[in-house]
Each structure stands twice: as C-alpha cells, then as structure tokens.
C-alpha cells in the first residue's frame, strides 16, 4: 500500500513538473497543430474504383470428356493468373490502356507512373470460393474507374487468352512431331521393304532360320521314318502274296461301272485342290508348288499300273487270272508303292531344302538380326505416331470443347463505377492524429526538460537530494503577485489550447458535414 502510495506522489510529480513547464506544450502545439491542419486541409480527395469477379472453374463438359480430351486444372491456372497479373509487362498495357502514359514525358516519368500502380492496384481472394477483388484509388475518379476496368479486363481475358494459347501451342507441337513422325515411318518402311526385296530368297518365310532348319530337319525324320514303316508294309504285303495263291482276283472296280475307280482317285482329287490352293498364293517355281506336283505325278503313275495290272493280271503262266486274295494284296502293295514314292520325293526336297538353309549358314542369321533391328525400329516409329494421332485427337476434341463451353466462366459480381464520393483521405482521423502529435510533443518536452531542470515542488523532495534536516517552511513574501502571475498564465494556456482544440473542432465539423452532404446526394 505504502509502494502504490508512493508511485502516485511521484507520478503527481511528474503531472506538477510538466505543469509548470506548460509553455513548452503551448509552443509546440502552436508550431505542429496549425501546419499539420493546413497540411491535410489540402490533401487531394482520393476515389476509389473497386470491382468483384467470380471465377467459375465447374465445366458441364469435364466429367464427361475425362479420359477422351486433355484436362488442365482451371483453379490452378486462375491462380497463377492472379499471381502474374500485376506483373510489370501487364502493368505497363494497364497504364497504355487507360492513357496515363499521356501524361508521360520521359520514360522515366512512365516508369513512375509504372511502378505507381503496381503498388497501389490492389488484387486479392476471398478464398475457395474463387471470388476476386480489384481496386485502385486515384485523386481522379474516371482514372481510377479506367484502371480498375483495364485490369479486370485483363484478367479474364488473361486466363481465357491463356489457355487457348497452351491449347494452340500444344496442337501445333503434336502437328509438327506428327509430321516428323511421319517422315521417320515412310523411310522405315521404305527400308524394310528394300530390305526384303534385296534378300527376298534368302530370307525365311515364315520364323527364324534356325527355327525354320529345325523344323525342316524334325520333317526329315518324320519322312524317313514312314518311308521305313511303307518299305516294311511292302515286304510283308509281297511275302503274303508269294505264299498264297488263290484264286480269287482283287477288284479296281466293279464290273457293272463304266469307268474304272482305284484307290488312288481320292487322294489324286485331294492333291489337285490343294496345288490349285498353292498356285493362289505362290508360283509354279515355289517348293511347296513343286513338291505337290511332284506327288500328283507319282500318284497318277501309280494308278495307271494299277489299272494296267488289273487289265492285264493273270497267273505266273498267263492263262489264269490272279485269285482275290492276291488281287487285294497286290493293290494295297501297289498303294504303298505309290506312297513310298511320294515319300522319297518328299525326302529329296526336304533335304535339298536343308542343304539350301546349311549352305547360308553364316549369312542368314546376320540378315535376320538386320531385319530384327528395322521392324524394331520400324515398330517403336510407328507405336510413337500412333500415340502422337491419339493425342492429336485428344487436343482437336479439347480446343472444340473449348469453343463450345469455356472452361472458366467468369461473371462479374460489382463492375467497376467511377466513384461519387472520395474515398479518402480520412481528414478527421488525420486531424485527431495532428491534434495528439501536437500536444503530446510538447508534453513530451515539458517533461523532458523537467526532468533535466527539476523543480521541487514539496519540502520532501529536498531530502531525496541534500542530507540536510528540514526544520521549516517559509512562506513568499509576495504571495499574491505569484497567484496572479499563475492565473495569467493559465489564462494564456487555455486560450492557447482552446485556440487549437476550437480549429480542430472547426476542421471536424466540416469535415463530418461534407460527408453528409456526399451522403446525401448519393
């Protein structure tokens, strides 16, 4: 209690010194007050122009074109707009569009009005919901209207302008790489086709050589094997024949049918159609066409012995016909005969065939891995033109779905109006702000000085500066000329503070009427 006792005496103290030292206050009320109160009486009227957008990034189209057209982020994109709008190129057409660059002289007075607005236009976001604010204050209403009206226009014909222009840029990248493309697929396919007519009679038909030697030489076998199983068919049939003499006769045909029918017709009918097949797709020099010819003629010669025999059999001594038995045996020799020859023709060719891939053993395997290496290119060029048409497509249906529906809509929420009214300077802020400024410096120096130059006030503060005992106090001789000199000078404190505080209400009331004046024409 005594410590909280003691701080306000000494803030009393404080309050008496600075008192006493009053006129400091009158002095610098009167230098700061009067000229500060000219000074904002005559600041321009600034106005104010402001605008609100929305920016509609929803698109009717999006859903249904994912997956088919090339998508952007719209939100993205009106961000990075709004970041780069108050870049300096954009600043300077603002400034060329609304003709402040009129009142340019020099490049340097341009660039003053430049950097002017790129710090005094204003652009910022309410957030998620994609709504803009613009606005820019100027001590002339229609200039600050202009601008505000040239930078919205800017910024939506900015991101629209944009967007259509990463769509032209990205169509004709895609048409020049298709054309590139292109080139790179005529020439691959002019070399594969060059490559195989050069080497259209070495090259295997169909799968690599050493498939196709393998292939050929498991044939061989197979080949062998079943003119090894026919010649034994043979041998048995004709050591049957030998032991059994019969006398029934086997029959080329029946003796009712005009035309005689061996076993050998079906199979005859059977190799036509299929060299008929043959000739479709290759020529007579082919060996697959040589081959199928070859068997038909040994089949045909076959069946003309047979006929012979059956028109010519008889006995060992020629008097009697062959017994059934025999008859049957000798056909069915007749047919393997026949097979066996199909067979050992087969086997020529299937060896000579062999003979033919052995011999360009070193040469056909180094032909192939050039064919390899030109349809893998070839491929990997066509599988890129592919894709580069695809996404050709993809761009065409993006630019048409831009035409028809604009990605980012925008719609303007409060369009830019010249303003009626000045939006500031707030002179009644700017006058109280004077007021305090001039009062509380001379405050301030009173109590600076009193501090410098004490004055002690009570018999007490002695003792805080000297050791010496208080026993008294003595009054002033002439007490009632000092009350005097004291209420003069209060007298001339009041009428100087009332002078300031009466300008500063005059300034107020002013101001505080032509606002509801403008009010009031609004």
Same mark, same amino acid.
């Given at each position: 209690?005594?410590?909280?006792?003691?701080?306000?005496?000494?803030?009393?103290?404080?309050?008496?010194?600075?008192?006493?030292?009053?006129?400091?206050?009158?002095?610098?009320?009167?230098?700061?007050?009067?000229?500060?109160?000219?000074?904002?009486?005559?600041?321009?009227?600034?106005?104010?122009?402001?605008?609100?957008?929305?920016?509609?990034?929803?698109?009717?189209?999006?859903?249904?074109?994912?997956?088919?057209?090339?998508?952007?982020?719209?939100?993205?994109?009106?961000?990075?707009?709004?970041?780069?709008?108050?870049?300096?190129?954009?600043?300077? *057409?603002?400034?060329? $569009? /609304?003709? !402040?660059?009129? +009142?340019? =002289?020099?490049? #340097?007075? @341009?660039?003053?009005?430049?950097?002017?607005?790129?710090?005094?236009?204003?652009?910022?976001?309410?957030?998620?919901?994609?709504?803009?604010?613009?606005?820019?204050?100027?001590?002339?209403?229609?200039?600050?209207?202009?601008?505000?009206?040239?930078?919205?226009?800017?910024?939506?014909?900015?991101?629209?302008?944009?967007?259509?222009?990463?769509?032209?840029?990205?169509?004709?990248?895609?048409?020049?790489? *298709?054309?590139?493309? $292109? /080139?790179? !697929?005529?020439? +691959?396919? =002019?070399?594969? #086709?060059? @490559?195989?007519?050069?080497?259209?009679?070495?090259?295997?038909?169909?799968?690599?050589?050493?498939?196709?030697?393998?292939?050929?030489?498991?044939?061989?076998?197979?080949?062998?094997?079943?003119?090894?199983?026919?010649?034994?068919?043979?041998?048995?049939?004709?050591?049957?024949?030998?032991?059994?003499?019969?006398?029934?006769?086997?029959?080329?045909?029946?003796?009712?049918?005009?035309?005689?029918?061996?076993?050998?017709?079906?199979?005859?009918?059977?190799?036509?159609?299929?060299?008929?097949?043959?000739?479709?797709?290759?020529?007579?020099?082919?060996?697959?066409?040589?081959?199928?010819?070859?068997?038909?003629?040994?089949?045909?010669?076959?069946?003309?012995?047979?006929?012979?025999?059956?028109?010519?059999?008889?006995?060992?001594?020629?008097?009697?016909?062959?017994?059934?038995?025999?008859?049957?045996?000798?056909?069915?020799?007749?047919?393997?005969?026949?097979?066996?020859?199909?067979?050992?023709?087969?086997?020529?060719?299937?060896?000579?065939?062999?003979?033919?891939?052995?011999?360009?053993?070193?040469?056909?395997?180094?032909?192939?891995?050039?064919?390899?290496?030109?349809?893998?290119?070839?491929?990997?060029?066509?599988?890129?033109?592919?894709?580069?048409?695809?996404?050709?497509?993809?761009?065409?249906?993006?630019?048409?779905?831009?035409?028809?529906?604009?990605?980012?809509?925008?719609?303007?929420?409060?369009?830019?109006?010249?303003?009626?009214?000045?939006?500031?300077?707030?002179?009644?802020?700017?006058?109280?702000?004077?007021?305090?400024?001039?009062?509380?410096?001379?405050?301030?120096?009173?109590?600076?000085?009193?501090?410098?130059?004490?004055?002690?006030?009570?018999?007490?503060?002695?003792?805080?500066?000297?050791?010496?005992?208080?026993?008294?106090?003595?009054?002033?001789?002439?007490?009632?000329?000092?009350?005097?000199?004291?209420?003069?000078?209060?007298?001339?404190?009041?009428?100087?503070?009332?002078?300031?505080?009466?300008?500063?209400?005059?300034?107020?009331?002013?101001?505080?009427?032509?606002?509801?004046?403008?009010?009031?024409?609004?």
């Amino acid at each position: 209690m005594q410590d909280l006792q003691q701080t306000l005496v000494q803030i009393l103290d404080y309050v008496k010194g600075i008192w006493i030292k009053k006129r400091y206050v009158m002095l610098f009320s009167w230098l700061i007050c009067p000229i500060g109160f000219i000074y904002v009486a005559t600041l321009p009227d600034q106005y104010a122009s402001r605008a609100q957008v929305f920016v509609d990034t929803r698109s009717v189209l999006q859903p249904l074109l994912r997956g088919l057209a090339i998508q952007t982020n719209p939100d993205q994109e009106i961000q990075m707009m709004a970041k780069t709008l108050l870049s300096r190129s954009n600043v300077e *057409i603002i400034a060329r $569009e /609304s003709d !402040l660059d009129i +009142a340019a =002289q020099t490049e #340097a007075q @341009f660039e003053g009005i430049v950097s002017e607005l790129v710090n005094s236009i204003r652009l910022s976001s309410t957030g998620r919901d994609n709504i803009y604010n613009i606005s820019y204050e100027n001590k002339d209403a229609i200039v600050a209207q202009k601008v505000v009206k040239e930078t919205l226009d800017l910024f939506v014909e900015g991101a629209l302008g944009n967007n259509r222009r990463d769509t032209d840029t990205a169509g004709k990248f895609l048409e020049e790489q *298709i054309a590139e493309y $292109e /080139s790179r !697929l005529s020439e +691959a396919e =002019q070399r594969v #086709a060059d @490559f195989k007519r050069q080497y259209n009679d070495i090259l295997p038909l169909s799968g690599t050589y050493y498939a196709q030697l393998q292939r050929l030489q498991g044939e061989l076998e197979d080949t062998q094997l079943q003119i090894k199983q026919t010649k034994q068919q043979v041998d048995s049939l004709k050591s049957q024949m030998a032991q059994k003499k019969s006398s029934d006769s086997f029959g080329v045909t029946n003796a009712d049918e005009p035309v005689l029918r061996t076993r050998y017709d079906d199979r005859i009918r059977g190799l036509e159609e299929q060299l008929d097949t043959l000739k479709l797709r290759f020529t007579d020099k082919h060996p697959d066409v040589i081959e199928t010819k070859a068997l038909l003629e040994s089949l045909e010669a076959a069946r003309t012995k047979e006929i012979d025999a059956f028109l010519n059999e008889s006995d060992e001594d020629g008097t009697q016909p062959l017994n059934d038995l025999n008859r049957e045996i000798k056909l069915e020799v007749s047919r393997y005969q026949s097979n066996l020859a199909a067979l050992e023709v087969k086997e020529t060719d299937v060896k000579a065939k062999i003979a033919r891939l052995e011999s360009k053993v070193d040469l056909i395997p180094q032909i192939e891995a050039e064919n390899t290496a030109l349809n893998r290119d070839y491929s990997i060029t066509k599988g890129k033109y592919e894709e580069l048409l695809s996404r050709k497509e993809a761009a065409d249906l993006s630019r048409r779905a831009e035409v028809s529906s604009e990605e980012l809509q925008f719609r303007i929420i409060e369009p830019p109006l010249v303003p009626k009214r000045p939006s500031g300077p707030n002179r009644l802020i700017l006058y109280t702000a004077v007021l305090i400024i001039g009062f509380g410096s001379g405050i301030g120096v009173a109590f600076l000085v009193s501090q410098l130059n004490p004055i002690l006030i009570r018999p007490k503060q002695l003792l805080q500066i000297a050791d010496y005992p208080i026993w008294g106090t003595v009054t002033h001789l002439d007490l009632s000329e000092i009350k005097r000199k004291n209420r003069n000078r209060l007298l001339i404190f009041l009428l100087s503070s009332g002078s300031i505080v009466a300008m500063y209400a005059v300034l107020a009331a002013a101001e505080i009427l032509n606002i509801h004046l403008l009010g009031g024409l609004l």
